[in-house]
């Protein structure tokens, strides 16, 4: 379930990509329900997110997911950091 945490900025970003490319090519309505659809799937992995760090023990409720190492010689990392408020 913490695998989620990926998707919860792809679902906007593949929403943007695609009004980019095809927007001007949707009529009205089909664009706003594309990017209501990318909103809605965002709120949703959030919640699946939350979800598996609410089952979690106190001590593990503090996950971090690293994407990729963006200057490895300095040890900087693209991570995502999954904590209850």
Do not use: N, Q
Request: aromatic share 10%; charged share 15%; glycine share 8%.
């Amino acid at each position: 379930m913490l695998d989620a945490a990926y998707l919860v900025p792809a679902f906007p970003i593949l929403g943007f990509v695609v009004l980019l490319c095809i927007g001007s090519k949707l009529r009205e309505p089909l664009a706003g329900i594309v990017a209501t659809t990318a909103s809605a799937a965002s709120f949703g992995a959030a919640l699946v997110t939350f979800a598996g760090l609410f089952g979690e023990d106190a001590h593990h409720r503090s996950v971090t997911k690293v994407v990729f190492d963006w200057i490895p010689s300095l040890d900087v990392k693209v991570a995502f950091l999954l904590d209850p408020p």
